[in-house]
């Protein structure tokens, strides 16, 4: 006769055994990829973000992890994301109105943000993408984070945890959006707001689809050997 109390124990043992990990597997590989936040005549129900998985072969699963905006820090505005993004995939979150000058989005996620994201302007504000579990993201170091405008003057941190340089050197982008054009994080200005599509308009990376470093290695490896 087994012990109720061995019994129990075992049972726990278990369920610890085959309890699914609580951490995001390839959260890493998860970036901002574009963020439309000025609409004109008014934001509020028509900004967004794009998020982009680079790896190849995973789907990720979002939930909880945290989109934030700033700010004098990343506590301006919070979204805690809902979903999953396939390998290669977009995920695009905001809304929720969908219009040619707000790109026409299709929203994987229809969230307002609230307040509205901030503009910009002499003063750098940023958004970031923090981990699920993130207990406070105006001490946290982001996971990923695109900062724009014209200095970052209240040094919201970048993915090192310090203050981070401005990717986007932007003081007004009414009806544009800030769109990340390579691999490696360089952002430029989009005219014309590009939601769930990845571009890379620097030759030297991939077009979009190919999503991967490795991809990106092995297009630009090929384009210059002409095999693909
Ligand atoms: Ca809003
Ligand atoms: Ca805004
Ligand atoms: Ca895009």
Sequence with gaps: MVPRWYAKLSYLLILCWFSPAVAQVGIENVHITEVYFC???????????????????????????????????????????????????????????????????????????????????????????????TVDVTVATPLDVVIYGEQNTWGLPDETGSAGDVDVPTVTATGLSIERVTFLGTWDIRSAPDPGETRFSDPENAPMGQCSAVAVLRHSWGAVKGRF
């Design 39 to 133: 609409h004109p005549g008014g934001d509020d129900g028509y900004e967004w973000v794009e998020l982009t998985n680079f790896s190849e072969t995973l789907s990720i699963d979002l939930t909880g992890a945290i989109l934030a905006t700033g700010g004098f820090d990343y506590g301006w505005s919070t979204i805690v994301l809902d979903g999953v993004i396939p390998s290669c995939g977009r995920f695009v979150v905001g809304g929720p109105f969908s219009e040619p000058a707000n790109g026409s989005p299709a929203f994987q996620q229809t969230v307002n943000f609230d307040p509205d994201i901030q503009n910009g302007g002499p003063v750098a504000d940023g958004v970031a993408l923090f981990a699920a579990g």
